[in-house]
């Protein structure tokens, strides 16, 4: 499976992205995605999760309110949209496909957030 993250950028506080996440494979509706971030001399946080049919969607603390996840089964495509974005928010966001015990990550997508 081939994951591949795009649509970070650079951002002013309060802007909006959407963060895109393709992966490869003809069961992708059964996958399980996530988005995590990851700033540099930190571990890497979850901060979204969806299950395959995206009727179950899970956020961490920090980013509830502010970011959403959802996907489209038809493109393969599962999305990160984050709204008011926070300088804190500045980090590389990378996107991980779970199918069965499997776990495949892209090669993340960097958001920096300044004025």
């Known amino acids: 499976v081939h994951v591949v993250e795009s649509g970070g950028g650079l951002v002013q506080p309060g802007g909006s992205l959407r963060l895109s996440c393709t992966a490869s494979?003809?069961?992708?509706?059964?996958?399980?995605m996530s988005w995590f971030r990851q700033i540099p001399g930190k571990e890497r946080e979850i901060v979204a999760v969806?299950?395959?049919?995206?009727?179950?969607?899970n956020y961490a603390g920090s980013v509830k309110g502010r970011f959403r996840i959802s996907r489209d089964n038809t493109k393969n495509t599962a999305y990160l949209q984050i709204n008011n974005l926070k300088p804190e928010d500045t980090a590389v966001y990378y996107c991980?496909?779970?199918?069965?015990?499997?776990?495949?990550w892209g090669q993340g997508t960097q958001v920096t957030v300044s004025s």
């Open positions: 969806i299950d395959g049919a995206g009727g179950f969607t």
């Open positions: 494979g003809s069961t992708f509706s059964q996958y399980v």
């Open positions: 991980k496909a779970k199918s069965g015990p499997e776990n495949y």
